[in-house]
């Protein structure tokens, strides 16, 4: 499908439109964040069927954070607000990747299949694409089921402390199985699409890429929020949160500066496995 053909233009239109609709009558989405996933998803499809990775992430983190939400609503003061995206957590876990594709677009037109021995440089923007949002939905997953993980997480920074479930910068088992499966996930998705636009795949390889980024993301992800995301306790309530202003006067601060938003954390972590993605990663898994 060529980049912002009339067929492009009118798929991104009418899919965009309805995620847009739907986001908001299920209240997945505010206003503000509907309009403008509206427009990242319309610049995504416009560039190519790569686009459909968005979507793709967009329906799983959906399905993730609405699972079992009422349990996670007990343990975490965000968890409520989690579920309804603003304009802000719509580019964090899509502007870079849209404005990477628009690059291809303008400096290489069409998608190309990923093989850095016969394009390089374009091999790289798709490796890097994908290793954003393998990184959003495996970051996602990890965050949505380890909360509900039987086993209390512990602090990325200490290891051998335990922390509530919720806490930034806390990690499981079963969230750190998550985050590969997203990354795996947005592979899947990648394959399909190369696939069914006549592209040749790396199939094995580029899925291995995908896990590796989703789970390196994840990781990424917990560090910033050990570290410069603050998060504050109240043992009477059981209940985290990431805000001060939220937090009860009584509450504890578990971990981390009160530095970056849950937005900024998510922003940083996709930027910096983007670029390891796609200069160091896709070369080395993806011949």
């Known amino acids: 499908m060529k980049p912002f053909s009339t067929k492009s233009i009118a798929l991104g239109t009418v899919i965009a439109t309805l995620l847009a609709i739907k986001g908001t009558s299920k209240k997945s989405l505010s206003s503000t964040g509907a309009i403008t996933a509206w427009m990242v998803g319309f610049l ?10 968005l979507l793709l992430f ?3 983190g959906t399905m993730a954070t609405k699972f079992r939400r009422n349990e996670k609503i007990k343990k975490d003061a965000d968890a409520a607000k989690s ?5 802000q957590q719509v580019l964090a876990c899509s502007g870079i990747a849209v404005i990477l594709s628009l690059f291809h677009v303008i400096y290489y037109g069409e998608e190309k299949a990923i093989d850095f021995q016969i394009s390089p440089k374009e091999s790289t923007i798709a490796c890097a694409i994908v ?4 990184t959003c939905c495996g970051d996602t997953l990890a965050s949505e089921f380890g909360i509900l993980s039987q086993s ?4 990325i920074t200490s290891p051998w402390r335990k922390v509530p ?4 910068g806390g990690i499981s088992t079963f969230g750190t199985l998550s985050s590969c499966i997203g990354g795996l996930i947005i592979g899947f998705g990648c394959v399909i699409m190369d696939i069914c636009t006549g592209l040749h795949v790396h199939i094995s390889k580029l899925l291995i890429f995908s896990a590796i980024c989703g789970l390196l ?8 929020g050990a570290t410069l995301q603050a998060t504050y306790y109240d043992d009477d309530k059981k209940m985290v949160y990431c805000e001060k202003k939220d937090a009860p006067s009584n509450s504890d601060r578990i971990c981390g500066m009160n530095c970056l938003s849950n937005a900024q954390v998510n922003l940083v972590s996709v930027f910096v496995t983007t670029v390891i993605g796609g200069l160091y990663l896709g070369p080395m898994f993806i011949e």
Request: aromatic residues 14%; glycine residues 14%; charged residues 10%.
């Open 165 to 168: 479930h919720g806490t930034n």
């Open 131 to 134: 290793a954003h949002y393998a």
């Open 83 to 87: 579920s309804v995206r603003s304009s």
């Open 217 to 224: 993301g994840s990781f990424i992800d917990s560090l910033l």
């Open 58 to 60: 967009y329906q799983v």
């Open 44 to 53: 995504s499809l416009g560039c190519g069927t790569r686009g459909f990775l």
């Open 152 to 155: 209390k997480p512990f602090l």
